[in-house]
């Protein structure tokens, strides 16, 4: 899960990663538990945007960790090997398909992050760049920008991909061509999250947009989530968010 700390001096900083007990040196991820030993402690830690969000179920994502394992099953000849060989090379294969998609997804933020921060990209992701910032331009104008900023709010925290005066644009990647489709792509969870941000970064009447980067053919479709979108985001991730506090935490909250 993930979880933000807001500091004495008012930075907010990551805590995704904790070191395990049996070796110090490597990190694991963070659980519910630690999260809960911390506010124990007095520490003023909060859920991320996304983690509330994962109370409730994305059908997508769930039709697609479903389908990963029929694909490789159908693709993979069986040969010599037993049925347990066979299915667990078939959940390797698995493993292997499900870590493409958000490496390749981290590869491409940070490529944003530093075309922002810096003017430079990695090799490989110029044209993407380029789309990108020319697509966002279209839609608001030119802008300075802001990326990767941490915010922590009352109840939760987070991380928006691009923040500018009155603007939020967070970047959703689409590894292949054929789940790249222009008008189909923005569903309740990004007025949900869109939704949040916003209200976390303190900026209650903010635009807001996903901007959607296809992988393999660099088109950007940037997709603007309406205010009618965001109050009915807002409204759910609340929902959402006071459940996670009751259920995971063992506390209520008024939000």
Request: glycine share 6%; with cysteine.
């Amino acid at each position: 899960m993930h979880v933000y700390e807001k500091l004495a001096d008012g930075s907010v900083e990551p805590r995704h990663f904790v070191p395990m007990a049996s070796r110090p040196d490597a990190l694991r991820p963070t659980r519910v538990t630690d999260l809960r030993k911390w506010i124990k402690e007095g520490k003023t830690v909060k859920p991320s945007v996304t983690t509330v969000m994962d109370m409730w179920a994305k059908p997508g994502l769930v039709n697609w960790l479903i389908n990963q394992p029929l694909h490789q099953a159908y693709a993979l000849d069986r040969g010599s090997m037993s049925e347990n060989q066979w299915i667990e090379e078939v959940k390797r294969l698995t493993e292997v398909e499900k870590d493409k998609a958000p490496n390749a997804g981290t590869e491409a933020h940070e490529a944003m992050q530093r075309g922002d921060e810096t003017g430079t990209v990695p090799e490989g992701f110029e044209q993407l760049y380029a789309n990108a910032c020319e697509a966002v331009e279209n839609w608001c104008g030119f802008r300075q920008w802001q990326c990767e900023v941490n915010f922590c709010a009352e109840h939760y925290a987070g991380q928006a991909d691009r923040v500018s005066d009155g603007f939020i644009v967070d970047w959703k990647t689409k590894q292949f061509a054929e789940k790249f489709k222009p008008g189909a792509m923005l569903y309740r969870n990004h007025w949900m999250q869109l939704a949040a941000y916003r209200q976390g970064l303190g900026m209650p009447g903010a635009k807001c947009a996903i901007g959607f980067l296809c992988l393999e053919t660099n088109e950007v479709e940037i997709a603007p989530v309406s205010e009618v979108q965001l109050q009915s985001g807002w409204r759910s991730f609340t929902r959402a968010l006071a459940e996670f506090y009751e259920t995971k935490l063992d506390m209520e909250i008024m939000v």
